[in-house]
């Protein structure tokens, strides 16, 4: 197969493509050794491959080399502009009991999560043509809140205060979630005396 072809296939795909997926459109097992040894792809992972000169964005790289991966905590808040703090890993959370190979690059900091705290506010976005899964505004104000100890004080008032500066915040689903994160008297506390 041409290498304008193979550039295409990438192209069509978000510039990562699986080993599956490139044998479903004709590229041989060798093919693909051979593209790997001249340069022409990287490996990300086992079975996951980018063009060499493609420009990805990093986390549509995670978002495939970790499938049930979430963007949370510092990334989440980066994304979602609630945090002026810039994380130096990825902040992805996993269900609690699965296991994940981590690559070398880029970092990735896991949180393994129960099924409640996972599945909660999960939201849709798309770089490049592809889709990123990360919590939404009052999820991420809610783990912040949560793991306050941990994240550090000052981070998750910042959070907090920049989410309630926003005319898209949401607190009727703020509270809910507190509800079911079980942060409830927390967000409550900081409600009162923030607005």
């Known amino acids: 197969m041409e290498q304008t072809k193979i550039k295409q296939l990438f192209k069509e795909s978000g510039g990562i493509m699986s080993t599956k997926s490139l044998v479903e459109h004709g590229v041989s097992h060798y093919y693909i050794k051979k593209?790997?040894?001249?340069?022409?792809?990287?490996?990300?992972k086992r079975g996951i491959y980018k063009l060499s000169k493609a420009d990805l964005d990093e986390s549509i790289e995670i978002s495939f080399m970790i499938p049930k991966g979430i963007f949370c905590m510092f990334t989440s808040a980066s994304i979602h502009e609630l945090s002026t703090n810039i994380p130096f890993q990825y902040h992805v959370a996993i269900p609690k009991k699965d296991k994940v190979r981590l690559p070398i690059y880029p970092p990735v900091k896991l949180y393994y999560w129960d099924t409640v705290q996972?599945?909660?506010?999960?939201?849709?976005?798309?770089?490049?043509?592809?889709?990123?899964f990360v919590y939404d505004r009052e999820k991420t104000v809610c783990d912040f809140l949560k793991f306050k100890n941990k994240v550090g004080?000052?981070?998750?008032?910042?959070?907090?205060?920049?989410?309630?500066?926003?005319?898209?915040?949401?607190?009727?689903?703020?509270?809910?979630?507190?509800?079911?994160?079980?942060?409830?008297?927390?967000?409550?506390?900081?409600?009162?005396?923030?607005?």
């Open 118 to 132: 996972y599945s909660t506010g999960v939201e849709k976005i798309k770089r490049d043509g592809q889709t990123i």
């Open 35 to 44: 593209m790997l040894k001249s340069g022409l792809i990287e490996s990300l």
């Open 153 to 195: 004080f000052n981070d998750a008032k910042e959070v907090l205060k920049t989410y309630l500066k926003r005319r898209d915040r949401n607190i009727d689903q703020l509270v809910k979630y507190s509800k079911l994160l079980r942060v409830h008297s927390i967000v409550d506390q900081y409600l009162k005396i923030l607005t």
